[in-house]
């Protein structure tokens, strides 16, 4: 994989920034804008069932059905990173609000956005900006990985809060009908089979796909971000920050040491080591709206924590990754 450079790492961080903050910036002006504001709601409803439907399906798609299965046992090793890195926020989030004495609803809020975050919205844009197509296979691994535990383990979460309890079917129907996970299941028939997709598919998603797909993903974060006062919920912008920015992290490098990796030889570890980084998820404020939760703590959690991994964790693991 090539090395990023200090004007490649300066580039692509400038330019995820300028499509977060369009989007960010589109909702704020929507919103001082009456005439605009539901037209603008609209537009960006389909926007995100766009992505969800089409541009993240085929971004997975893409990333995986390009290799051979020997290419894939090679750099599979991306869902042991990403399984220990969310176990160990998912467990030391629980044992800090067991030890704090937490509502239940405090501590649903500390552990899913401690142990659930943007691997795919937000990680695989970041990853192809500074590690380019050949960092999304293990990256698109990595991302389904949490995806799935995220659609079990956060949806029975948020219905236990909400006490809308969910049957262990309705939970496998979420996994079933991701349609991200869908298109990992179809890749990786294509893999088994050893039915490799058209130079001409692989290479049209290259050129003329990856690009307008990763910049609409970035402003529909963007756009999900809301300026919520801060004060109220400094402690758990403190321990969900130490857990997405140090324990995970640290324990993925953990795993990279365990596996014998080599962060600057391997495929792996460079984009693990970046989706460990990256803040709560877009999902866990889609999760606090269905199910009624604290919409203001969610977002505060989502805004405040994505400034930070963009502008500060991400900017110190690469310095020490390159």
């Known amino acids: 994989m090539p090395e990023a450079t200090l004007e490649t790492i300066l580039g692509a ?18 919103t001082r804008i009456k005439r605009i504001e539901q ?35 090679g750099f599979g090793n991306a869902i042991f990173l990403a399984s220990i890195g969310l176990g160990a926020c998912f467990v030391s989030s629980m044992v800090i609000s067991h030890i704090a ?12 956005n401690s142990a659930f975050m943007n691997v795919s919205y937000l990680g695989l844009p ?28 956060g949806v029975a979460m948020a219905s236990h809060a909400s006490k809308k309890r969910l049957g262990l079917g ?12 869908f298109a990992l299941i179809v890749a990786l028939l294509f893999v088994g089979l050893g039915a490799p ?23 529909v974060v963007g756009y999900q971000m809301h300026i919520v006062n801060p004060r109220k919920y400094f402690g758990l ?14 324990v993925t490098y953990l795993g990279v040491i365990m596996l014998g990796l080599s962060v600057a030889a391997d495929i792996t570890p460079k984009p693990a080591l970046i989706q460990s980084v990256m803040p709560p998820a877009i999902f866990n404020l889609i999760l606090a709206s269905n199910y009624k939760l604290d919409p203001k703590l969610y977002g505060a959690l989502f805004f405040y924590l994505t400034l930070v991994s963009l502008l500060i964790a991400l900017p110190v693991l690469l310095y020490f990754i390159f």
């Open 126 to 153: 970041v990853i192809y900006a500074l590690l380019g197509i050949e960092g999304l296979g293990p990256g698109a691994l990595y991302a389904m990985m949490i995806g799935v535990l995220h659609l079990i383990f």
């Open 39 to 73: 037209i603008t709601k609209l537009c960006f409803r389909y926007l995100n069932m766009f992505v969800l439907w089409g541009a993240l399906p085929a971004v997975v798609f893409f990333s995986i059905a390009r290799y051979s299965l020997i290419q894939i046992l």
């Open 170 to 181: 309705s939970l496998i129907e979420h996994v079933v009908t991701f349609p991200a996970a």
């Open 13 to 30: 961080t400038a330019y995820i920034l300028l499509l977060l903050f369009t989007g960010f910036f589109i909702r704020i002006i929507s």
């Open 101 to 112: 004495g937490d509502s239940k609803e405090t501590t649903i809020a500390l552990v899913m």
């Open 197 to 219: 997709i058209p130079t001409a598919a692989r290479d049209f998603f290259d050129v003329y796909l990856a690009k307008p797909f990763f910049a609409l993903m970035l402003v």
């Open 237 to 250: 912008l403190g321990m969900v920050g130490a857990i997405r920015f140090l324990v995970s992290p640290l």
